[in-house]
């Protein structure tokens, strides 16, 4: 049974997709609230009064270990989503995030630290398999951006609240703190509706209406969608769905392209990194009287407000442009930071005037990462998947991060030590330069398009005309 109320059909409907992705993103605060653990927590890790006593290799592979650990869930995970739902694949498997946490809080060695860490990584890897598809399949196509920008900030959210409580309570507060956000999630997620287009995949068709009934406030011609949904899901399903299928088409082809590339080079940004080194990466005095914590908690508030701000972007200006813009902004502050790391880290120089120099750039590359290559990749990751392959298409894609994001973590360190800073940075706008040809030259505008009509433009049945017109809307 839904939550009803008794508002117009318009507007119930815009405030019932919106409570629904609120409550589907509860899930992803638990990701930022992984991602940003360490940041609080590796001074005190690293100091003599840790409650488990490490060395910089220790913190380098419990902050890999979650990454590695984003490996082995995408591809499962994406056959679990097809037999038990969006919904039930999330809250099944909510035990993960939670047993992480309670192994943090009650033990007290390296290799129950490590494993705990594993398995939020294995969290990290369902959460991007299977969030982005519910997002975009309960979105109508005029707010379907707006709704997938939950994502991003509510990743942000997670790390914000690691950043603010972290360095203010004891270790296994924070824990406890923390592991409240997996009772949250089954608390507002469970009365949800699952996505009607699984719904309808699998043959329920009575609660694949119920289901979009709610979701569209109760509008009595919501059977016109149910059908639109219905023949296009069917159009969709000609095929199995397998491995072999996602390379049958050139729209299949391409839809795995761009989703695969732009997740290697969203990693590629810096973001990772960034968000669990940055305590102990900015110089002492990047901010004047205001120590690393707070230039900390700085740098969340800027992700969490740039993420908001593209929130009301995305519908208006279109995808490609804000990546570009996105791109762009981020290759220019990862190039001038590294600069700053080279010239006081390996030439020697005297740059202590201007050792506030990498935090000013830390915040506008946040900025400009928040408003385009985090919400968007995770956007088009929800809209451009054929019905047939979204679930192995979503794991692999998955994986791919998985595989950037542990690499680039995992090197952070091993880079800094061995070639200077400076070399991570520049590795990242390299990333940047890239990403800009790439959304420049073969990334697709899906800005007011339903998913149908983005598989047409996919496989080359789109127009210009029809583009002008969606413009106009």
């Given amino acids: 049974m839904y939550l009803t109320t008794t508002l117009p059909h318009s507007t119930k409907a815009l405030l019932r997709q919106y409570f629904a992705s609120t409550a589907a993103t509860i899930a992803v605060i638990m ?13 005190l890790l690293l100091s003599i009064r840790s409650p488990v006593p490490m060395n910089t290799d220790d913190t380098s592979w419990m902050i890999s270990l979650m990454y590695f650990g984003n490996l082995f869930s995408p591809i499962p995970c994406g056959y679990m989503m097809e037999k038990w739902g969006r919904k039930f694949t999330l809250l099944y498997l909510n035990v993960l995030p939670l047993t992480s946490w309670l192994l943090i809080l009650f033990t007290r060695t390296t290799y129950m630290i490590f494993l705990a860490r594993f398995l939020s990584g294995l969290w990290l890897g369902i959460v991007y398999t299977v969030v982005p598809i519910y997002l975009g399949e309960i979105a109508e196509p005029r707010i379907r951006g707006s709704l997938s920008t939950f994502f991003a900030i509510m990743t942000y959210v997670g790390v914000l609240f690691e950043y603010i409580v972290g360095p203010y309570v004891s270790y296994s507060a924070l824990a406890a703190a923390s592991a409240g956000f997996c009772i949250l999630f089954v608390v507002l997620f469970l009365p949800m509706p699952e996505s009607p287009y699984f719904l309808i995949k699998v043959g329920k068709i009575e609660k694949a209406r119920a289901s979009l009934f709610w979701l569209r406030g109760d509008d009595p011609k919501v059977d016109e969608e149910l059908n639109r949904i219905e023949n296009a899901v069917r159009q969709q399903m000609a095929n199995k769905g397998t491995i072999k299928d996602l390379f049958a088409t050139k729209g299949n082809r ?26 102990i990466t900015l110089p002492k005095n990047a901010l004047g009287p205001l120590g690393r914590d707070e230039c900390v908690i700085i740098l969340g508030t800027v992700w969490v407000l740039s993420t908001l701000l593209s929130s009301f972007m995305v519908d208006k200006i279109g995808r490609k442009v804000l990546l570009v813009v996105s791109s762009f902004g981020c290759g220019v502050t990862t190039f001038l930071a590294g600069l700053w790391f080279l010239m006081n880290d390996n030439l020697k120089m005297d740059v202590s005037s201007f050792s506030w120099s990498p935090f000013v750039c830390f915040v506008f590359h946040g900025f400009f990462y928040s408003i385009g290559l985090n919400p968007i990749v995770t956007t088009i990751k929800g809209e451009v998947f054929s019905a047939n392959i979204k679930g192995v298409a979503s794991a692999l894609t998955t994986l791919m991060l998985a595989i950037a994001s542990t690499f680039l973590n995992k090197s952070y360190q091993m880079f800094a030590d061995y070639a200077g800073m400076f070399l991570n940075y520049w590795l990242y706008a390299a990333g940047c330069a890239i990403a ?7 990334v697709v505008e899906t800005k007011g398009k339903t998913l149908q009509e983005i598989q047409d433009k996919l496989n080359g049945n789109w127009h210009k005309e029809k583009d002008l017109q969606v413009s106009k809307l």
């Fill in 31 to 43: 990701t930022g609230n992984a991602m940003g653990w360490p940041s609080p927590t590796l001074p």
């Fill in 436 to 442: 800009i040809i790439f959304t420049l030259t073969y």
């Fill in 254 to 279: 391409k839809a795995f392209f761009i989703v695969g590339f732009l997740s290697i080079l969203q990693r590629l940004s810096g973001i990772g990194a960034m968000i669990a080194y940055t305590s």
